[in-house]
């Protein structure tokens, strides 16, 4: 069955500190990746996604994340984080084709020291 | 800049009331999912819609949760009647479907429905 894991609940940074969020997927195939944030009281905000190519994705706001099909993984980073990226962050995997479903993990909030 | 538009924001109501939710899908999407989210269980896909067709709604509680796409460019969620458990925030994304390709989802801002 098809699943995300996103180990980690809560990851507090510092202002400025770099970031890797962790994402692990369960799928047969190269599945389709996707990050998305969520600030409180608002919707899911695409950052970045995975379809083929290049393994290394650039995404909005600073962020990119790596594809690396030997771990299957799909972690999220940012160099320097700001304060305006405490939020709770989403990987999702969907098998593409003519199926339309994600599968989201749990989430992990980021929370960020000044 | 387009998104996807959610009425109302918040709602509160009591018990045993219906409640509507309403979606606007990019313009040009051909699908629509609703969502519900919660603490516990995340994120769950309540209903699918391509092309105004509604394609899976097995993730809603049929005796009290409909869904409809009246026009394509309205899509609806009603709760009838609501339960205190129906409290959570509902989300609406479109997307544009390809059939040989997974498609992106683009979320609205969500409803948060309280059911007292």
């Known amino acids: 069955a098809q699943s995300v894991t996103q180990p980690d609940i809560h990851i507090t940074v510092s202002e400025g500190a770099s970031l890797e969020l962790r994402c692990n997927y369960s799928?047969?195939?190269?599945?389709?990746l996707f990050w998305y944030v969520q600030s409180p009281g608002q919707g899911l905000q695409l950052l970045l996604k995975?379809?083929?190519?290049?393994?290394l994705v650039q995404g909005i706001k600073g962020f990119e994340a790596e594809f690396k099909r030997s771990q299957s993984s799909f972690n999220l980073r940012k160099p320097s984080v700001h304060w305006s990226d405490a939020a709770e962050y989403f990987c999702?995997?969907?098998?593409?084709?003519?199926?339309?479903?994600?599968?989201f993990g749990s989430g992990t909030r980021l929370l960020v020291r000044p | 800049d387009a998104r996807v538009t959610q009425t109302p924001r918040h709602k509160v109501t009591e018990m045993g009331q219906e409640v509507t939710m309403r979606c606007q899908p990019i313009?040009?999407?051909?699908?629509v999912f609703w969502y519900r989210q919660t603490m516990m269980q995340g994120l769950e896909l309540l209903a699918y819609?391509?092309?105004?067709?509604?394609?899976?709604d097995s993730g809603m509680p049929k005796d009290r949760f409909s869904a409809e796409m009246p026009d394509a460019t309205l899509a609806t969620l009603k709760i009838q009647p609501s339960e205190p458990r129906d409290s959570a925030v509902y989300f609406c994304?479109?997307?544009?479907?390809?059939?040989?390709?997974?498609?992106?989802?683009?979320f609205g801002p969500g409803t948060r429905l309280l059911v007292l």
């Open positions: 799928y047969g195939a190269t599945p389709y």
């Open positions: 999702a995997v969907g098998p593409g084709g003519s199926s339309y479903k994600l599968i």
């Open positions: 994304a479109s997307g544009l479907s390809s059939g040989s390709l997974q498609e992106t989802q683009y």
């Open positions: 995975y379809f083929s190519g290049d393994t």
């Open positions: 819609f391509r092309n105004r067709a509604p394609l899976d």
């Open positions: 313009l040009g999407h051909n699908t």
